[in-house]
């Protein structure tokens, strides 16, 4: 058992070593070739911050596991919810953001309403994958569209912020994507590996491994990012990071991983698709009630993750 939590741990860091590399390479890159600083972080940030999970999606889809990816998807969409927003609010209450109300939270339940008619067979073609990357494209371009013609500057800096510091040189910059993507195989092996044998182990199902032990460590670097933001008082920033995620987590996920080969979930239950959707539901009218998510309504989420976690494990 001790082997299997080292690979685990070990497939965690390659993971997120390889994604910070990504994003740092590619971002400089970009940086080197005139690309704004906002449409960098729209687009290579936010697809680099979600690139173990893409990575693990796609590795296991491939191997025939696509219980295993979709679970992922599923897994991580309840989880940042119902623990990283809980735990956040739980830390400090959350401010929310109109922006969040009125456009990302309802394109997220409207990402999640075509995951569950999409899903119905519990496969998804790769007719239906299209339909998924091209709601990405979408959703980028709006988002850049958006953000040009009606953007604070402090939420333009905000942005842009997040955007690493350019490298010395071109060198550097392909050292840094190479290496990344590299982490990123290596970490997706290891950690799957070790997922395996642990379902082997306790005698679970792929799906509830994918569900459970590859969601939370996909989503590890969130949750630190985000109890660190609250922690910091600045729990503002967990919000948009989560509704963001998830929308990729659909949207990208789903759509580059069933591109590359339909993915079939026949492990995953009704019931784990409805909690996903009953969260992401849930979370709206919190959010809206005097645009706060405060302690008890945190708790409140955790106690959520922490009976769907109850009837999950045997």
């Known amino acids: 058992m001790l082997l299997i939590f080292g690979l685990l741990l070990i497939g965690i860091l390659c993971l997120y070593l390889g994604a910070e590399g990504l994003i740092k ?50 897994g991580s969409n309840i989880f940042n919810i119902a623990v990283i927003l809980g735990l956040t609010a739980l830390i400090t209450p959350i401010s929310v953001k109109r922006q969040l109300v009125r456009l990302d939270t309802p394109i997220m339940l409207f990402a999640t309403l075509m995951f569950v008619l999409m899903f119905r067979d519990f496969q998804i073609s790769q007719p239906e994958a299209v339909v998924f990357f091209i709601g990405i494209i979408a959703y980028i371009c709006g988002n850049y569209l958006l953000a ?19 490298t010395r040189n071109l060198f550097f910059d392909i050292s840094f994507i190479i290496v990344g993507l590299l982490l990123l195989v290596l ?21 509830v491994i994918g569900l459970t032990i590859v969601a939370l460590g996909t989503s590890l670097p969130e949750l630190a990012t985000s109890v660190v ?14 509704i963001g995620s998830n929308i990729f987590n659909l949207l990208c996920i789903i759509g580059v991983t069933g591109l590359l080969a339909p993915i079939s979930g026949l492990g995953i ?19 809206i ?26």
């Not at 239950?269 to 959010?287: A, C, E, G």
């Open 25 to 74: 390479g590619a971002s400089s890159l970009a940086l080197r070739f005139g690309v704004p600083p906002l449409i960098i972080g729209l687009t290579v940030v936010a697809f680099g911050t979600s690139s173990p999970e893409l990575v693990i999606s796609i590795k296991t889809n491939l191997a025939h596991q696509g219980s295993i990816a979709i679970g992922n998807v599923i």
């Open 148 to 166: 040009k013609k009606h953007i604070r500057n402090d939420i333009e800096a905000e942005i842009e912020g997040s955007v690493p510091k350019p």
């Open 187 to 207: 970490g997706s092996r290891t950690f799957v590996k070790g997922a395996i044998e642990l379902a082997i182990r306790l005698n679970v199902s792929e799906a």
């Open 229 to 242: 933001a609250a922690i910091k008082k600045q729990p503002e920033i967990a919000i948009g990071n989560i």
């Open 269 to 287: 239950k009704s019931f784990d698709v409805l909690i996903m959707v009953m969260i992401s539901v849930v979370i709206y009218p919190i959010m």
């Open 289 to 314: 009630t005097g645009l706060k998510i405060n302690r008890i309504e945190g708790l409140f989420l955790l106690l959520m993750y922490g009976g769907y976690i109850y009837k999950l494990w045997p």
